[in-house]
């Protein structure tokens, strides 16, 4: 589990809240309780990662409302809300809007754990993708318009011949071109190319 990810707590009840905290800090994890969803909203944009924990019945602001306004404001931050017994319709609406959990009360000390640890996997996970996706776009940025075309020309499964018949050059240039991508690009195989141009959304994965 990320040592440095904090759990954000949002709940009215104060035994309630202050019991989740000390669940959390004894598993090792730093957690921040709030009393109310607009205590919690008032310093939702200084949080860039983490996890939130929200109660869905609460008054003013509830859960749900709660959750449509991070997946506004801060749609990759996981949402993890706790339900009443009588609450599953809530629980699937939270589900639909965006919540990566719900757990229903009383729940296992572990399960609430084991929530918390796959909702930072797969925060940690989407970080590491955008990340990649946000390297793909400052390579293809540094490609002129030329090793550009010969790019997408070979994305779309075009041979070198058949790329230098569309931009009217010779197959040797698209070689030079293709080898100066493939180097700036940082790829391995035209394969690599592929997946980088399908991540980046210059090509749609039902294409060829």
């Avoid at 009215?12 to 809240?17: G, K, Q, S, W």
């Avoid at 749900?64 to 599953?88: C, S």
């Amino acid at each position: 589990m990320q040592g440095d990810a904090i759990i954000y707590v949002i709940d009215d009840d104060e035994a309630v809240r202050q019991s989740l905290e000390f669940l959390l800090r004894t598993a090792g994890i730093k957690v921040r309780g709030f009393e109310s969803g607009k205590a919690f909203l008032d310093v939702l944009a200084q949080i860039d990662s983490g996890c939130v924990i929200t109660d869905v019945r609460m008054p003013e602001i509830t859960g749900i409302d709660l959750l449509k306004k991070v997946k506004e404001i801060k749609p990759d931050l996981p949402v993890i809300v706790i339900t009443g017994h009588g609450d599953i319709a809530l629980a699937v609406e939270a589900m639909k809007i965006g919540a990566v959990d719900f757990l229903e009360k009383p729940f296992d000390d572990d399960h609430l754990l084991a929530a918390v640890k796959s909702a930072l996997d797969r925060e940690a996970d989407l970080a590491q993708r955008n990340a990649e996706v946000n390297g793909i776009h400052d390579k293809l940025a540094a490609l002129s318009n030329r090793e550009r075309q010969v790019l997408e020309g070979l994305v779309a499964g075009n041979a070198n011949k058949n790329i230098a018949f569309d931009l009217g050059i010779s197959p040797r240039t698209v070689e030079i071109y293709r080898a100066n991508l493939m180097t700036k690009m940082a790829a391995n195989s035209l394969s690599d190319l592929v997946r980088m141009a399908m991540m980046a959304g210059i090509l749609d994965g039902g294409k060829k």
